[in-house]
Each structure stands twice: as structure tokens, then as C-alpha cells.
């Protein structure tokens, strides 16, 4: 059996953290990608968000993609089973329940005639969607959503980005592909074995670490990069290999656990959709802004070898690791400040949290706590600092 062939643990993904871990159902007051656009036509999706099934489809005749709950209200029915009989409106395969799409109002129970008494009295839950940067998103939040600018990070809503994306479900709770994305040690440890990573030396470890502010995302500085270093009665360690450059990345998070990588070739993004308190959806990104002549090049990069040793090999690891995080009491050791950078703002700033906080302000480059000692083994956080 291999490593990725364990199941997943049994034990219930938790921290030392009350509040963080009160999040694991997801922050549903935000805009959550789901889908390529493109993906999404006249025959409808069914994806599960949230501990719900959606459909998505797009109706010719409006020109835009609506999502209302994949469940009829008659006998349960999964709605994207059924058929468009009329535009603007989906039927139940099972006994012809037809449904308004925008509003999710029964316009009429086919099989029970015109004049059927409930038409017109029921109405299936919808949600909003809006198209941006190629992906569908949708808001299963409470109230009247934001803009789902606010939702997006920058980059990807510039004009002349060229995308190439992965979707795929994934095990393990949201939180922790988060954590493991913003987690500073592993890709020290993690991602040498990596093929899209053959080439990097990678650092042995840093000093001075902090997490910073800037706009919506935690970034990180450093004081130094040690690349390799003598460890006392074991030797030395990563070993020099003549192929290997020097290399560091920048990695970045945001609320609601959007992920980004800057690379010289390209940026990625990375959303972690809540699917239940067990799953999630990896919508991967890869963007650059280009010229035309050159998209068809970028494209080609992404389908020979970007998505296969980069978005499968690569982040593979990650969520491999998000499977099984199931942490328990855990001890955190220096370079996990950024893990509980972003675990304080996921509580503190979670949009309609229980805290009643309203979103904190966005500041530039503002620290958020200083760096733990260099040579501090194990680092015991005080309970009162837990979220
Ligand atoms: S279950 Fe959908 S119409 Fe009967
Ligand atoms: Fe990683």
C-alpha cells in the first residue's frame, strides 16, 4: 500500500484552537469558485458546496449560468437529472416539476395540469453566481452579497491574463490545505523530492521569519536564508548537488483561504472551497499577463508539463498531507508563526463571525506578531493567544 492509498484518518480534523476549529464547516459569507465557465453549458453540473448539492447550468436564453439547490422539492429528486422543457426554467425528470431558474419559483407541476394548485406556492433555493476570470463563482452566504470583486485576488481580474486551471476534489478539511499552503518549513522539507522542484536549492532553514501585512494578504520576510548548515552529531544537511540553483518563492494567503505562489514564469492561485467538514475543492490557478501571440505558448507549457510535475506531482504533495492532518494537541516549533498568523485572521476577521469583528482594515506591510527565536526547538503557545 502506498502512501496515498491510506485512508484518511478517522479522528475528526481538529486543532488546540476552539474557535479556529468552530470554523471547519467553511466561511460561507464569501465567493467561492467552482467551475471553469467554459465548463458550464445547457446540460446541467452537480457539485457538492458547503454539505449541498448545486446545480449549475446556463440557460441559452438568458446567456448566463444560474445555481439553484440540486434537490426537487416533490421527493428529493437531484434536479440535474431532469430537463429543460421552457427556457429560463429546469424539470424534474422524475414527475415534471419545473422550476424558475433565476428564482427557484415551481411555474408549474407538469404531470398535476395548468391549473395545479402549489405552481406558483414553492420556491427551490438559489444562489447567486457571477463570471469572472473564466471560473463560476457563487455566493452561499447569508444577506446581499458583496461585490464579487472583493472575493478575487487582483491579479486575476486584470485584462490579458492568460489562465489555465485544475479542479479537482480533494480529502481533508479546508483549513488545512490553507495551513499547509502558507506553512513555511515544508516546502523546505516536502517539496525536494518534488519533480516540478528538481532544480531549486532549496533553503535549509531561515532566520528572523515574520509574517506581514499587505492590503487583503499575510506575506512573510525573513532576515536570512541559510541554504545548507552543519546539524550537531548528525552532519550536514540538504547535500550540494551540481544541478540544483538557488531558489526562493513567495508565498501569500488571503481570507477565505485563497492561496498565490509568484513565479517568474507565471502566478498561481490557489482557492480551498469548503465541500463538507471532510473535503474540499482545489481550484487551481496558473496566470500571466501576456500578449496574445504568446498565449498559445503558455498554454502548450501548461498541457505538456506545467499541470502534470507542477499542478498533479507538486501540489499532490500538499494535499497528501492535507488528508492527513488530523492534528490533535499539536506543538508548534518557530516557523509555524505562519500558521497562526493565518489562524487568528481566519477567526478574527471572518465575515459575519460570531465575534461580531467587522473586517480588519486593510494596511500596508503592518506586522502581525514578531519572529519567534531561531533556536527555539518547540514553541508553547499560551492559551489565551488561541482563537
Ligand atoms: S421528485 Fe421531482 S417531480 Fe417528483
Ligand atoms: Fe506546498
Not at 484518511?8 to 468552530?22: G, V
Not at 434537490?71 to 416539476?97: A, E, I, K
Amino acid at each position: 500500500m502506498t502512501k496515498s492509498q491510506l485512508p484518511p484518518p478517522a479522528e475528526k480534523q481538529t486543532t488546540a484552537w476552539p474557535k479556529y476549529d468552530a470554523l471547519e464547516a467553511g466561511l460561507r459569507n464569501y465567493w467561492y469558485p467552482v467551475l471553469q465557465a467554459k465548463r458550464v453549458g445547457a446540460k446541467p453540473v452537480s457539485r457538492q458546496l458547503f454539505g449541498e448539492r448545486i446545480m449549475f447550468i446556463r440557460d441559452r436564453a438568458a446567456g448566463k449560468v444560474f445555481a439553484v439547490r440540486d434537490r426537487c422539492l416533490h421527493r428529493g429528486t437531484p434536479l440535474s437529472l431532469g430537463m429543460q422543457d421552457f427556457p429560463g426554467t429546469f424539470s424534474c425528470v422524475y414527475h415534471g416539476w419545473c422550476y424558475d431558474l433565476a428564482t427557484g419559483e415551481l411555474r408549474a407541476a407538469l404531470t398535476d395540469g395548468p391549473n395545479c394548485r402549489i405552481a406558483g406556492k414553492l420556491r427551490l433555493r438559489t444562489y447567486p453566481v457571477a463570471e469572472r476570470a473564466g471560473l463560476v463563482f457563487i455566493y452561499m452566504g447569508e444577506g446581499e452579497p458583496p461585490p464579487v470583486e472583493e472575493d478575487i485576488p487582483e491579479e486575476l481580474l486584470e485584462p490579458g491574463r492568460m489562465m489555465c486551471c485544475r479542479i479537482s476534489t480533494q480529502a481533508g478539511n479546508w483549513r488545512f490545505a490553507v495551513e499547509n499552503h502558507f506553512d513555511d518549513a515544508h516546502a523546505q522539507y516536502l517539496h525536494r523530492s518534488g519533480v516540478f522542484s528538481f532544480f531549486w536549492h532549496i533553503p535549509a532553514y531561515k532566520t528572523g521569519i515574520r509574517v506581514v501585512r499587505e492590503g487583503k494578504w499575510l506575506d512573510r520576510r525573513f532576515d536570512k536564508l541559510h541554504w545548507e548548515a552543519d546539524y550537531p552529531g548528525l552532519g550536514h544537511w540538504p547535500k550540494h548537488r551540481w544541478w540544483k540553483r538557488r531558489s526562493y518563492l513567495r508565498v501569500k494567503v488571503r481570507m477565505p483561504g485563497i492561496g498565490a505562489v509568484h513565479y517568474k514564469e507565471f502566478d498561481a492561485f490557489k482557492f480551498h472551497v469548503p465541500i463538507d467538514d471532510r473535503n474540499f475543492r482545489f481550484v487551481q490557478v496558473v496566470s500571466k499577463k501576456l500578449p496574445a501571440w504568446r498565449r498559445p505558448i503558455f498554454w502548450a507549457q501548461y498541457w505538456l508539463y506545467r499541470r502534470w510535475a507542477y499542478h498533479v506531482q507538486f501540489n499532490n504533495q500538499d494535499v497528501l498531507m492535507t488528508k492527513y492532518s488530523h492534528t490533535g494537541p499539536e506543538r508548534l516549533f518557530g516557523p509555524d508563526i505562519s500558521l497562526v498568523a493565518w489562524r487568528k485572521m481566519c477567526v478574527g476577521e471572518a465575515r459575519g463571525s460570531d465575534d461580531g469583528l467587522a473586517p480588519q482594515a486593510a494596511a500596508d506591510a503592518v506586522e502581525i506578531s514578531g519572529s519567534l527565536p531561531a533556536d527555539e526547538e518547540t514553541v508553547e503557545l499560551p492559551a489565551d493567544s488561541r482563537g
